[in-house]
Nanobody
Framework: VQLQASGGGLVQAGDSLRLSCTAS?????????VGWFRQCPGKDHEFVGG????????FNSAFVKGRFTLSRDNAKNTVYLLMNSLKPEDTAVYYC???????????????????WGQGTQVTVSS
């Protein structure tokens, strides 16, 4: 399974961005749990949010605070992370990850994911 993350860019505080994570490799993406992580400058990777195979989602309550939503389009093998009300502290490289899951679970630890996409840079100016 290959993952392609896209949609990053330079925006102003308060703007929105939609990141995409598209899977290829002949997989049935609907059976995967997909997570998003980010690495802010000078910091470790942190969990942003994830969506289960049944479209249940959880987010990092420390900083998301209702601003982000997750959705998936199984026909396109794509999961979307919509980020609203962006703040300069959201500036980071965002990564998507996936793992095949027979259960309706969202994993929040990096080690729980098997496949990773390359990062996409999100820069929020003040």
């Amino acid at each position: 399974v290959q993952l392609q993350a896209s949609g990053g860019g330079l925006v102003q505080a308060g703007d929105s961005l939609r990141l995409s994570c598209t899977a290829s490799g002949g997989t049935t993406f609907s059976t995967y749990t997909v997570g998003w992580f980010r690495q802010c400058p000078g910091k470790d990777h942190e969990f942003v949010g994830g969506i289960s195979r049944n479209d249940d989602s959880i987010f990092n309550s420390a900083f998301v605070k209702g601003r982000f939503t997750l959705s998936r389009d199984n026909a396109k093998n794509t999961v979307y992370l919509l980020m609203n009300s962006l703040k300069p502290e959201d500036t980071a490289v965002y990564y998507c990850a996936a793992r095949l899951s027979s259960q309706n679970i969202v994993y929040s630890a990096r080690g729980d994911y098997e496949y990773w996409g390359q990062g996409t840079q999100v820069t929020v100016s003040s």
